[in-house]
């Protein structure tokens, strides 16, 4: 059973920072997409890192570029967000996902609506001062 747990979320004054960690069981990382999604009350969810696992060829959205890196440990099952310089603006829950069909592509297109078919529970990241 595929299964992944968001961690490490939290309260973060502004420009501070925060690692997220997508921990994955019942399947390994290998030729898998894996992303980093996020929602803001009111908002649609969106999109924010992608990763494809295969190559390591990540994306982001541009308003996180510079800021956020996606990286993986193969070696834990995890994939993780680290985000830095963190703005009141990015203040959401955030989700990771998965898919292995077609995971060249929807890593790249970094779409919620496209592609990832397993969903962790997740987690609250709040910027305020």
């Known amino acids: 059973q595929v299964q992944l747990v968001e961690s490490g979320g939290g309260l973060v004054q502004p420009g501070g920072s925060l690692r997220l960690s997508c921990a994955a069981s019942g399947f390994t990382l290998d030729y898998y997409a894996i992303g980093w999604f996020r929602q803001a009350p009111g908002k649609e969810r969106e999109g924010v890192s992608c990763?494809?696992?295969?190559?390591?060829?990540?994306y982001y959205v541009d308003s996180v570029k510079g800021r956020f890196a996606i990286s993986r440990d193969n070696t834990k099952n995890t994939v993780y967000l680290q985000m830095n310089s963190l703005k009141p603006e990015d203040t959401a829950v955030y989700y990771c996902?998965?898919?292995?069909?077609?995971?060249?592509?929807?890593?790249?297109?970094?779409?919620?609506?496209?592609?990832?078919?397993?969903w962790g529970q997740g987690i609250q990241v709040t910027v305020s001062s």
């Open positions: 990763i494809n696992t295969s190559n390591g060829n990540a």
């Open positions: 996902a998965a898919t292995n069909r077609g995971a060249t592509l929807y890593a790249m297109l970094c779409s919620p609506d496209k592609g990832f078919s397993s």
